[in-house]
C-alpha cells in the first residue's frame, strides 16, 4: 500500500492550499484517514481524521479553517486549508488505517510566510 501526498508549498498568511493523498495497492478502503503535521522540533500531531462514515475530528487548532474530506471510492483524501497562519507550518502526512495495519505517506511540506 502506498500513500501519495501532493498540493503543498509556499503560501503568505491568509492565504489558502489544496492537500491530496492518493492511495494505492489495496482493494479495501481504509477505516479511518487522516492528515497528521510535524513542525522542526516538534512531536507529529493530529490535524484531522475521517472514517470512511464520515465521522470527522479537527485538532482545536485549525477548527473553523480546515476542511478534511474522502472519496472512499477513489480511496483519496484531502485537505481544504485556508486562512492559514505561520504557526501551520509544518510537514503534513497522510495517514490511512485498514482494521490494524496503519500506513504513512512521505509527506508535502506547508511553508505560511508571515
Known amino acids: 500500500v502506498q500513500l501519495v501526498e501532493s498540493g503543498g508549498g509556499l503560501v503568505q498568511a491568509g492565504g489558502s492550499l489544496r492537500l491530496s493523498c492518493a492511495v494505492s495497492g489495496s482493494i479495501f478502503t481504509p477505516d479511518v484517514m487522516g492528515w497528521y503535521r510535524q513542525a522542526p522540533g516538534k512531536q507529529r500531531e493530529l490535524v484531522a481524521v475521517?472514517?470512511?462514515?464520515?465521522?470527522?475530528n479537527y485538532a482545536d487548532s485549525v477548527k473553523g479553517r480546515f476542511t478534511i474530506s474522502r472519496e472512499n471510492a477513489k480511496n483519496t483524501l484531502s485537505l481544504q486549508m485556508n486562512s492559514l497562519k505561520p504557526e501551520d507550518t509544518a510537514a503534513y502526512y497522510c495517514?490511512?488505517?485498514?482494521?490494524?495495519?496503519?500506513?504513512w505517506g512521505q509527506g508535502t511540506q506547508v511553508t505560511v510566510s508571515s
Open positions: 495517514n490511512a488505517i485498514f482494521t490494524r495495519l496503519e500506513y
Open positions: 475521517i472514517t470512511s462514515g464520515g465521522r470527522i
